[in-house]
């Protein structure tokens, strides 16, 4: 079974540039999720999907951040502009099913993005 | 608000020896547990969870978990550690309805031959 993909690995990019990171799922997952891992600490979810619906962007920065996931399978991130706190692992991750509390997550390499 | 604690930012453990690394935890309401094992420039890897039943639940890679409901702990385990284990370990807990992950700092696992 292929695992998550995303893609770019890497970016770096201006103060105040825009980026977009892309995920595809793991095939038949219902549930996607975008997390951020800024070095030192634990990943901290942005937003999550069901399907192709947003289930909990609550901590999603809306005045930067967006992400979209068009006909329930693949998924964008964007952020614009950029800010120097923005310098994180980008992980994508996807989960069987509904929102269960029961199935584990499966995750991405991730994007490490660097801004300066 | 549901958190997840790891005491020890890194853990030093000798080839064959035990391994214990610590996670408490704060919730309401049932607590459903996970680790997850990071390698360098890699995502995030299952070990295994716990959601209801027997206390001592294992996992990939011979890593087993205690869920101690008392003490509010869920320690990951190995009774002989291997130099590959070397790697990020994280503790996180599911919150809410929507069922997201909330994750501990990490603990960094040093295994020396």
């Known amino acids: 079974e292929a695992g998550v993909a995303q893609s770019p690995r890497y970016k770096i990019i201006e103060k105040r540039q825009s980026v977009a990171f892309w995920c595809n799922p793991i095939?038949?997952?219902?549930?996607l999720y975008w997390y951020q891992q800024i070095l030192g600490q634990g990943p901290k979810l942005l937003i999550q999907?069901?399907?192709?619906?947003?289930?909990?962007d609550s901590q999603l920065p809306k005045d930067r951040f967006s992400a979209e996931r068009l006909k329930g399978v693949d998924s964008t991130l964007k952020i614009q502009p950029a800010k120097l706190e923005d310098s994180a692992v980008y992980l994508c991750?996807?989960?069987?099913?509904?929102?269960?509390?029961?199935?584990?997550?499966?995750f991405g390499p991730g994007t490490r993005l660097t801004v300066l | 608000a549901q958190s997840v604690a790891q005491p020890e930012d890194q853990v030093n453990v000798a080839e064959g020896n035990p391994l214990t690394v610590k996670c408490t935890y704060s919730?309401?309401?049932?607590?459903?547990l996970f680790w997850y094992v990071q390698y360098p420039n890699r995502g995030l890897q299952f070990l295994l969870k716990?959601?209801?039943?027997?206390?001592l639940v294992k996992g990939s890679y011979g890593f087993e978990a205690e869920f101690n409901k008392s003490q509010t702990s869920f320690h990951l385990k190995k009774p002989s550690a291997l130099v590959s284990d070397s790697a990020l370990y994280f503790c996180?807990?599911?919150?809410?309805?929507?069922?997201?992950?909330?994750f501990g700092q990490g603990t960094t696992l040093q295994v020396k031959p």
């Open positions: 991750a996807s989960s069987a099913g509904d929102t269960s509390f029961y199935n584990e997550q499966f």
């Open positions: 095939s038949g997952h219902a549930t």
């Open positions: 999907f069901q399907n192709n619906g947003v289930v909990d």
């Open positions: 919730v309401s309401g049932n607590p459903y």
């Open positions: 716990y959601i209801t039943g027997d206390n």
């Open positions: 996180a807990v599911r919150s809410g309805n929507t069922g997201k992950l909330i």
